[in-house]
């Protein structure tokens, strides 16, 4: 088989990002680098294909980001999207925002780029599935739904132990009839909550309660929908809440219903933000490291531009850790 880039750059001890800078004389490695990745691609027989080169000279120095309709709703996306600019500035590369077809599915209207980022991509997004069957490399934080295509590159979170850790610690408090609300049924991290969620009770002898309710639902919709799941004689006695701040909603119904959040009712959200360190009482939540999980994508990203498309995506792991605090 040819030498891939891929190969140079692992004999070299490098990213292939470095060692593709090395082999076509662009700024950004010293000349002693330069130099020696340039001797071991000569020793190796390194030859670039010429579809390789054509996509090198091809270059906009623009990377497009692709995120739910909703994206704008919730502060995870922001720090997402600051940890995938700033590292893209890194690289000397351009972040461009694309706009939703989540409807249409058309990327007719999209800018030229040289690569795309996906975060947390939806069931029902048609603007997933035309972004994947497209020849330029994609990273795609979170597993694209089944059937829409397979990335060049998949940055994942350990959904299963974090969502495990959460109801592990509600046992270890006395937590008899544990819950999980969710606002969406459409991503990968919602599902991959739900699924462990319901194992977990099956494993611990429970009946598993799931709400499904909105981001978008008024307080007193809210109150309707769930004031007898947390009823005070058999109704749930510790909820993990699976969205961006609506952790703070549900401790305020709790409150309504004469609940004590971390006393009669355990609380924990999926997203851990500043809105649950300076809630009181303070919020248990897994933090997902949304910035460093957007620097990682781009990175990967950055990696995978200039290279031949991979037979299996390359993955990265972003660790999200529990941040216990009082509430649960």
């Known amino acids: 088989m040819p030498v891939t880039l891929a190969d140079v750059a692992r004999a070299a001890g490098v990213s292939t990002a470095t060692a593709s800078v090395a082999l076509n004389g662009k700024a950004g490695v010293s000349d002693e680098v330069r130099r020696r990745i340039r001797e071991i691609a000569e020793r190796m027989d390194y030859r670039p294909s010429s579809v390789g080169r054509a996509l ?15 994206a704008s709703t919730f502060g995870y ?8 600019a700033e590292a893209l500035h890194r690289h000397d590369l351009s972040l461009v925002i694309l706009p939703s077809s989540h409807e249409t599915g058309s990327t007719e209207g999209f800018p030229d780029v040289d690569g795309y980022i996906l ?5 029902h997004d048609r603007g997933v599935p035309a972004i994947l069957r497209q020849a330029l490399p994609v990273v795609s934080g979170d597993t694209p739904p089944r059937g829409a295509g397979t990335p060049w590159g998949l940055v994942e979170s350990p959904n299963d132990a974090s969502t495990r850790a959460v109801f592990d610690r509600f046992r270890s408090r006395g937590a008899r009839r544990p819950g999980l609300i969710l606002i969406e049924r459409i991503s990968t991290w ?19 309660r799931v709400a499904l309710t909105s981001a978008r639902s008024s307080n007193a ?9 947390f009823a005070p004689d058999g109704g749930t006695d510790a909820v993990l809440a699976g969205g961006d701040g609506i952790a703070v909603r549900i401790a305020g119904l709790l409150r309504s219903l004469g609940h004590v959040v971390g006393d009669s009712v355990l609380l924990a959200s999926g997203v851990d933000s500043p809105l649950m360190e300076f809630h009181t009482p303070r919020i248990t939540a897994v933090d997902l490291q949304p910035r460093h999980f957007g620097t990682v994508c781009a990175d990967l990203l950055v990696e995978l531009i200039g290279t031949e498309r991979p037979s299996d995506p390359v993955r990265r792991l972003v660790d999200a850790p529990l941040i216990a605090r009082e509430s649960g």
């Open 190 to 208: 919602s599902l991959d909550l739900e699924r462990t969620y319901r194992t977990w009770c099956g494993e611990q002898g429970l009946e598993p």
């Open 221 to 229: 919709k809210l109150l309707s929908d769930l004031a007898e799941w």
């Open 119 to 123: 975060i947390e991509p939806h069931t």
């Open 56 to 70: 090198r000279r091809a270059r906009t120095g623009m990377v497009g980001l692709y995120m739910p309709n909703t």
């Open 77 to 84: 996306y922001t720090e997402t999207t600051r940890g995938v």
